[in-house]
């Protein structure tokens, strides 16, 4: 993450002060709580602060560097997410019919919260601005490409570099770049190829693509080269991005750039989904215990083997991670290495067939979905060896690292099972697009396709 100096931590230690003070102050003072009853007020209080900080969670105020925070922005969260909360608060917690009216309290109360939790996220955002002119924190920041746009772009960077905190450290670009433009300021690191031993050398916590759009190829092969790293990616912009809208910003000393965002969906969003995916996994593994049971034991008897079938995939920015399933296969089914299945597979059993018709064998993914490693809905997870053999034929699979892998997806309702890599490409087209449009009601979508795929016994 951008600036380790002052942690967002400090963030959200001063909303629970902040909101637990508040609510304390505003029972003991303004509705006349009896003395006698302050530590019952008190662990009321502290309840209040852990509500403040799971709304601000919920709506991604953590998610973000502080160095990147816009002020003005997070002055309107405060606004839009303090309003309904003090509200729930007052109805739940601090609402009495001896006191002044419901909609006055709600009106004080909300006042003083604005106040107490704006206050102390003004001064950590201060202290953080102050921090990124006095370089006492820098953005570690490569460039990627040496045109005329590229040194253009460096002067700007260069002479802002009070306002962004930018450490603009060095270049890469082709060999036959290598002594031009950006080399009279900044050293040279290398080609395209150089990019990811680049990044992990120098702890690169920021990249700035400056190549050309018309060369769109080796902007594609540079972000799939990035994809693995958590680092910000930005483009340098043409004037038909501007013109187009893709340029947007609201702070007025950063020079305009396009923001990647290596996410899909905003903070709030997968805030949600991952709420979303523990709740319905936990419910699942309780509502379906008596299933996983007999699989279980109908699993044991219906050939010589394990129960479970874990195997290696790749899933959230390419990290490794078990899946789990219940064996459908005989034993040994891949003595020659990998090798996908097919409808009339001679290594799925006669009980594996009629687990896969209902999707039974999924079911122990839902561990998969409580550890984190995969999600409800996502692009389906592959082993590496199927991933290299896509990325020879084409460049596109890496985007789909960008989300957390998913128990069905678009191209499983779409597309299903794929039993060639020529399938699996195929089915890559629903995956992008899902990628490309990710939101939770896409999701919800997505999941009740799937419900009805299973009822209907149609899965493979």
Not at 238 to 261: A, H, Q, W, Y
Not at 428 to 447: F, G, P, T
């Given at each position: 993450m951008i600036g380790t100096k002052l942690r967002v931590i400090w963030y959200g230690a001063w909303d629970f002060l902040a909101g637990s003070f508040t609510a304390f102050f505003w029972m003991s003072y303004y509705l006349n709580y009896p003395i006698e009853h302050s530590l019952q007020h008190l662990l009321i209080s502290l309840s209040i602060g852990i509500v403040w900080l799971i709304a601000f969670s919920i709506a991604g105020a953590y998610a973000?560097?502080?160095?990147?925070?816009?002020?003005?922005?997070?002055?309107?969260?405060?606004?839009?997410?303090?309003?309904?909360?003090?509200?729930?608060?007052?109805w739940f917690f601090i609402y009495s019919e001896n006191s002044v009216s419901f909609s006055s309290q709600v009106l004080s109360y909300s006042l003083w919260n604005l106040i107490s939790l704006s206050v102390g996220r003004s001064i950590i955002l201060w202290i953080a601005k102050?921090?990124?002119?006095?370089?006492?924190?820098?953005?570690?920041?490569?460039?990627?490409?040496?045109?005329?746009?590229?040194?253009?772009?460096?002067k700007k960077l260069n002479?802002?570099?009070?306002?962004?905190?930018?450490?603009?450290?060095?270049?890469?670009?082709?060999?036959?770049?290598?002594?031009?433009?950006?080399s009279k300021w900044l050293p040279y690191w290398g080609d395209f190829d150089a990019i990811q031993d680049t990044v992990q050398k120098h702890n690169i916590e920021q990249v700035i693509i400056t190549i050309p759009k018309k060369q769109q190829e080796q902007i594609e092969n540079c972000?799939?080269?990035?994809?693995?790293?958590q680092v910000a990616i930005k483009l340098a912009p043409e004037t038909l991005d501007i013109l187009s809208g893709s340029v947007r910003t609201t702070n007025v000393f950063r020079d305009v750039l396009i923001d990647l965002d290596p996410s899909p969906l905003p903070a709030w969003q997968r805030n949600i989904k991952r709420l979303m995916d523990l709740l319905g996994a936990f419910i699942l593994l309780i509502i379906l215990s008596p299933i996983f049971l007999f699989a279980a034991i109908r699993t044991y008897f219906s050939s010589k083997g394990s129960i479970i079938y874990a195997q290696e995939r790749l899933g959230l920015q390419g990290n490794k991670f078990v899946i789990y399933k219940f064996r459908s296969m005989i034993e040994d089914a891949e003595p020659?290495?990998?090798?996908?299945?097919?409808?009339?597979?001679?290594?799925?059993?006669?009980?594996?067939?009629?687990?896969?018709?209902?999707?039974?064998?999924?079911?122990?993914?839902?561990?998969?979905?409580?550890?984190?490693?995969?999600?409800?809905?996502?692009?389906?997870?592959?082993r590496a060896y199927y991933i290299d053999a896509i990325s020879k034929k084409t460049p596109y699979y890496k985007y789909l690292l960008r989300m957390r892998p998913g128990l069905t997806s678009w191209g499983m309702v779409q597309f299903?099972?794929?039993?060639?890599?020529?399938?699996?490409?195929?089915?890559?087209?629903?995956?992008?697009?899902?990628?490309?449009?990710?939101?939770?009601?896409?999701?919800?979508?997505?999941?009740?396709?799937?419900?009805l795929i299973i009822a209907k016994g149609k899965g493979k």
């Amino acid at each position: 993450m951008i600036g380790t100096k002052l942690r967002v931590i400090w963030y959200g230690a001063w909303d629970f002060l902040a909101g637990s003070f508040t609510a304390f102050f505003w029972m003991s003072y303004y509705l006349n709580y009896p003395i006698e009853h302050s530590l019952q007020h008190l662990l009321i209080s502290l309840s209040i602060g852990i509500v403040w900080l799971i709304a601000f969670s919920i709506a991604g105020a953590y998610a973000q560097s502080l160095y990147q925070k816009s002020r003005l922005q997070e002055f309107l969260q405060t606004i839009f997410i303090g309003i309904p909360i003090s509200t729930l608060v007052c109805w739940f917690f601090i609402y009495s019919e001896n006191s002044v009216s419901f909609s006055s309290q709600v009106l004080s109360y909300s006042l003083w919260n604005l106040i107490s939790l704006s206050v102390g996220r003004s001064i950590i955002l201060w202290i953080a601005k102050r921090q990124l002119q006095t370089r006492q924190v820098v953005v570690r920041t490569l460039i990627i490409g040496n045109t005329k746009q590229s040194v253009k772009l460096f002067k700007k960077l260069n002479d802002q570099n009070y306002f962004v905190g930018y450490d603009l450290m060095g270049f890469i670009a082709p060999q036959q770049d290598a002594k031009n433009g950006l080399s009279k300021w900044l050293p040279y690191w290398g080609d395209f190829d150089a990019i990811q031993d680049t990044v992990q050398k120098h702890n690169i916590e920021q990249v700035i693509i400056t190549i050309p759009k018309k060369q769109q190829e080796q902007i594609e092969n540079c972000i799939s080269l990035l994809s693995p790293f958590q680092v910000a990616i930005k483009l340098a912009p043409e004037t038909l991005d501007i013109l187009s809208g893709s340029v947007r910003t609201t702070n007025v000393f950063r020079d305009v750039l396009i923001d990647l965002d290596p996410s899909p969906l905003p903070a709030w969003q997968r805030n949600i989904k991952r709420l979303m995916d523990l709740l319905g996994a936990f419910i699942l593994l309780i509502i379906l215990s008596p299933i996983f049971l007999f699989a279980a034991i109908r699993t044991y008897f219906s050939s010589k083997g394990s129960i479970i079938y874990a195997q290696e995939r790749l899933g959230l920015q390419g990290n490794k991670f078990v899946i789990y399933k219940f064996r459908s296969m005989i034993e040994d089914a891949e003595p020659n290495g990998p090798a996908l299945s097919s409808d009339y597979d001679p290594r799925i059993t006669s009980w594996g067939k009629f687990m896969r018709k209902w999707r039974i064998d999924e079911l122990p993914q839902l561990w998969n979905i409580i550890k984190g490693d995969m999600s409800f809905v996502g692009p389906r997870p592959e082993r590496a060896y199927y991933i290299d053999a896509i990325s020879k034929k084409t460049p596109y699979y890496k985007y789909l690292l960008r989300m957390r892998p998913g128990l069905t997806s678009w191209g499983m309702v779409q597309f299903g099972y794929a039993s060639s890599v020529e399938e699996m490409i195929e089915r890559m087209q629903y995956d992008l697009a899902y990628v490309e449009n990710a939101s939770l009601l896409l999701d919800i979508k997505i999941m009740l396709h799937t419900f009805l795929i299973i009822a209907k016994g149609k899965g493979k």
